[in-house]
Structures are given as structure tokens and as C-alpha cells.
Nanobody, 126 residues
């Protein structure tokens, strides 16, 4: 099972950009479905974006579509979340999630993932 470590969070002004990275250990990363979730204070954890094992299929929550881009580099065992045009409502702890799978699809529900990173804080000021 992989271990996940997120990085790249921080404080940014509205309209700015950040790129989150999630580095995974292990040699089977290319077989994992990956996702990014976020949890704002006092709220549940919601899907932000998901990507299939090859990276050819992606999913975005409506709230981030057109502003965020999920990608992965299987040679580097890393998945990314490029966040542009950030808004104060994007403020949250962002989590990377993984689940081993033998197909090229993605998961979008929290309970479908079995491995999580520790989270990285993203704060957007108005």
C-alpha cells in the first residue's frame, strides 16, 4: 500500500494560483486511482478532482471546473492539483487519496478510497 505526502499549500490572495503535489511511495503507483478532496472548517470532506490510473480520464467538481487541473506523473509517483483563479471559498485542508485498481477509471466518493495523506492547508484571502 502506498503512503501519500501532500505539499504546496499556503496563503494566497483571491485570484492567485497554487500547485499542490502528492508524492506516493511504492512501485505500483501507476495502478492507483487518485483523488483530491478538501474539507473546510465545520464541513465534511468533498471531492475536488479525480484522475484515472493512466491519467487519461479526469473528473472535476462543478465548483472548481475550469479553474483547477488534476494531473499525474507516474514516472515520479506524483499527482498534482493546479489551482488557478482561487476564491476565498476554496479555503480548506486539501487531502490526496488513493485506491489500488486494475482499471483506468476514477472514484469520486470518499469511502471508495483507502489511503489518505495528512492534508495541506490552503487559505485564500479576499
Amino acid at each position: 500500500q502506498v503512503q501519500l505526502v501532500e505539499s504546496g499549500g499556503g496563503l494566497v490572495q483571491a485570484g492567485g494560483s497554487l500547485r499542490l503535489s502528492c508524492a506516493a511511495s511504492g512501485s505500483t503507483f501507476s495502478r492507483y486511482r487518485m483523488g483530491w478532496f478538501r474539507q473546510a472548517p465545520g464541513k465534511g470532506r468533498d471531492i475536488v478532482a479525480a484522475i484515472s490510473s493512466s491519467g487519461s480520464i479526469t473528473y472535476y467538481a462543478v465548483s472548481v471546473k475550469g479553474r483547477f487541473t488534476i494531473s499525474r506523473d507516474n514516472a515520479k509517483n506524483t499527482v498534482y492539483l493546479q489551482m488557478n483563479s482561487l476564491k476565498p471559498e476554496d479555503t480548506a485542508v486539501y487531502y490526496c487519496a488513493a485506491r489500488l485498481s486494475g482499471d483506468n477509471l476514477y472514484y469520486i466518493r470518499e469511502e471508495q478510497y483507502d489511503t489518505w495523506g495528512q492534508g495541506t492547508q490552503v487559505s485564500v484571502s479576499s
